[in-house]
T-cell receptor, first 113, second 114 residues
């Protein structure tokens, strides 16, 4: 990808909060995304945020956006074993004719009992 | 309709063989995308269609790769003369008109080239 960066691993105890961080490259990206991928499965869109927002909350998920630093985070409250997965941050980048999603390498979240 | 469907789930082939994957997008989604994901990496954009028209192709898509969406519904991705470096998960996604910012992905086809 075009250097969307994420930490590779996160280990968290069940019931605690998880925070996954991401830095992206294009300050003009209009949308920023979090996708979840479980083993052997495709990507599930968890949430996304429009660039004119700095926070979005959806049940246990909170997305924070710092446009100045090009930093995006995903907080999962009360982390459960079913939250164990790879989480991908993505931004929209322009292509020759349109746009595409550019993904980070993913953060593997392991939830321990 | 439960989502984007991809077939087969797994494909093992010998180097030099041709392979073809199929993607059925969510009904009435006019855009269809192909991405490739290698181990430990995020997906990388390959190409996309709006209805039956292929509007964009990444430089990653060599001339051994061809994608079609003849009737604007399902799509096929063919790789000719496969190489070991083609081994990856091939993901298809679709989006509905007016909401191209939301991509819904299938479970992918895992290709292993021996």
């Amino acid at each position: 990808g075009e250097d969307v960066e994420q930490s590779l691993f996160l280990s968290v105890r069940e019931g605690d909060s998880s925070v996954i961080n991401c830095t992206y490259t294009d300050s003009s990206s209009t949308y920023l995304y979090w996708y979840k991928q479980e083993p052997g499965a495709g990507l599930q869109l968890l949430t996304y945020i429009f660039s004119n927002m700095d926070m979005k909350q959806d049940q246990r998920l909170t997305v924070l956006l710092n446009k100045k630093d090009k930093h995006l985070s995903l907080r999962i409250a009360d982390t459960q074993t079913g939250d164990s997965a790879i989480y991908f941050c993505a931004e929209i980048l322009p292509t020759e004719n349109d746009y595409k999603l550019s993904f980070g390498a993913g953060t593997t979240v392991t939830v321990r009992a | 309709d439960t989502g984007v469907s991809q077939n087969p789930r797994h494909k093992i082939t010998k180097r030099g063989q041709n392979v073809t994957f199929r993607c059925d997008p969510i009904s009435e989604h006019n855009r269809l995308y192909w991405y490739r994901q290698t181990l430990g990496q995020g997906p990388e954009f390959l190409t996309y269609f709006q209805n039956e028209a292929q509007l964009e192709k990444s430089r990653l898509l060599s001339d051994r790769f061809s994608a079609e969406r003849p009737k604007g519904s399902f799509s096929t991705l063919e790789i000719q003369r496969t190489e070991q470096g083609d081994s990856a998960m091939y993901l298809c996604a679709s989006s509905e008109p007016g909401h191209n910012e939301k991509l819904f992905f299938g479970s992918g086809t895992q290709l292993s080239v021996l």
